[in-house]
């Protein structure tokens, strides 16, 4: 080799995209749906139940009681059923 020569990369063809979805993604996207029906629910019931202890109104423990533990035991369940866990990552787009 002299000086003059240029040592130029071999550039590989791109490869196809896959057509099934990271598992890192599905995961994430699951992570999210829990977390957008567990913590409205669970914040609504904490300002209720703030708002009974602050006020003295004792009605104010009736939409805590609702929100609280009842919506987020509809939310689990409807979760736990729509779940695709065994399935994480091998969905097609």
Known sequence: MNATTVLTPRLRAPRPRAEV???????????HR???LLVPSFCA???????????GAS???GPA???????MMFAIIY??????SNGAGWRQR
Do not use: H, K, N, Y
């Open 45 to 55: 019931a904490a300002i209720f139940f703030g708002l009974a202890i602050g006020t």
């Open 21 to 31: 979805e990271p598992a890192q993604e599905v995961v994430l996207r699951e992570e």
């Open 59 to 61: 009605w104010f423990m």
């Open 79 to 84: 979760l736990c059923i729509s779940s695709d």
């Open 34 to 36: 829990w977390e957008l």
């Open 65 to 71: 009681i609702v929100l609280g533990p009842i919506a």
